[in-house]
Nanobody, 119 residues
Framework: QVRLVESGGGLVQAGGSLRLSCAASGSIISITTMGWYRQAPGKQRELVAT???????NYVDSVKGRFTISRDNAKNTVLLQMDSLKPEDTAVYYC?????????????WGQGTQVTVSS
């Protein structure tokens, strides 16, 4: 079974930093795109940042210049460094990865980690 396990959420004051980590484990053949999504109360889940296996990144406009996504392909991990945090960044953050555990690939999600930014 493939699993994504996140860590690193918490409570921080506005202007502070947090780093989220997500590790994929199980019978993994390969992983293409990995990313982070977030869902604030009463809102739809939105894409925050993605990174391909080749290192190409994509960010939602609201986090550009503040968040940095990176990955370690050898360890099947993806990180999200979040700097200059704002109260509007408060949400549950979910790790996502497209993983080939067999001939067929599939989307996998982590359980979510809470990020709370106080003003």
């Amino acid at each position: 079974q493939v699993r994504l396990v996140e860590s690193g959420g918490g409570l921080v004051q506005a202007g502070g930093s947090l780093r989220l980590s997500c590790a994929a484990s199980g019978s993994i053949i390969s992983i293409t795109t990995m990313g982070w999504y977030r869902q604030a109360p009463g809102k739809q889940r939105e894409l925050v940042a993605t990174i391909t296996s080749g290192g190409t990144t994509n960010y939602v406009d609201s986090v550009k210049g503040r968040f940095t996504i990176s990955r370690d392909n050898a360890k099947n991990t993806v990180l999200l460094q979040m700097d200059s945090l704002k109260p509007e960044d408060t949400a549950v953050y979910y790790c996502n990865a497209y993983i080939y555990a067999s001939y067929w690939g599939a989307d996998y999600w982590g359980q979510g980690t809470q990020v709370t930014v106080s003003s």
